[in-house]
């Protein structure tokens, strides 16, 4: 917002230091200037498709300093939080909910391995590949060495909370895993579309949407789904 804020100021500094001509008045349009949303004292006059603005309003429609010096005029913006537009400036709530950025990268890894591990499970199911005890614990165990560094580097509330969705997504997954196995181990036949109709694997599915929408964010958010 404010680098935005910057260049539109220099383009408008430009347009106010431009050597102006003798126009007739039908060649000019005045416009009011509106600042962070709100209508400024600051008048700005279109002239054959420039801007122009008088310096000293528009310094004090941002709460900027105007110094004059010899033939040097400085235009000094506001650097401090207190003086920012208040669009920029976060609430505590929402500082309370941003994620870390060390956590978010240890957490996409633990979401990457539960995803490998349930993509796998789903494989052999449609395809009606043999579900061994081996490869599935291969997964889990990965899993959970992923869901440990991410709960390691948590350093705020929002990773904590965040930490929970990630145990409990484990956790189904386990449950679902296990389900299979066991169906498997005891020559249940297993339809290539059960998973389609598990209420189970549609939470674990419904979840891993919600997690991606929180990383793609970088705040915390639950919107239900991981419980």
């Known amino acids: 917002m404010r680098k935005n804020f910057l260049r539109a100021g220099s383009a408008l500094l430009l347009s106010i230091f431009t050597p102006s ?8 349009e005045t416009r009011t200037l509106i ?3 709100q209508p400024s004292q600051v008048t700005i006059t279109q002239i054959n498709g420039r801007f122009y603005a ?7 429609a941002v709460n900027a300093s105007l110094t004059f010096k010899g033939n040097q005029i400085s235009l000094t ?15 505590p709530a929402q500082e309370s909910s ?18 490998e591990w349930h993509s796998a499970l789903a494989t052999a199911i449609q395809n009606q590949y043999p579900i061994a005890e081996s490869w599935l ?7 959970n060495v992923n869901l440990r560094l991410a709960s390691a580097s948590a350093s705020n509330d929002a990773d904590r909370h965040a930490i929970q969705l990630l145990t409990n997504v484990f956790n189904n997954m386990k449950q679902l895993s296990d389900q299979y196995l066991a169906q498997a181990q005891s020559h249940t036949y297993i339809s290539p579309d059960s998973l389609q109709g598990d209420p189970l694997d549609q939470r674990i599915v419904s979840c ?6 929180m990383a793609a964010s970088g705040q915390f958010q639950d919107d239900g789904s991981c419980q």
Not at 100 to 109: C, D, G, P, Q
Request: aromatic content about 4%.
């Open 54 to 60: 008088d310096l000293e309003a528009l310094s004090h």
């Open 21 to 28: 001509f003798s126009l007739s008045p039908a060649a000019q």
């Open 208 to 213: 891993g949407h919600s997690l991606a929408a």
């Open 137 to 143: 614990t291969h997964n889990r165990n990965q899993a």
């Open 77 to 91: 913006l506001p650097s401090h939080a207190g003086n920012l537009p208040a669009t920029t400036a976060s609430t």
């Open 35 to 37: 600042v962070n949303g």
């Open 98 to 115: 941003v994620l870390s950025r060390s956590f978010l990268k240890t957490a996409i890894e633990a979401m990457s391995g539960m995803r």
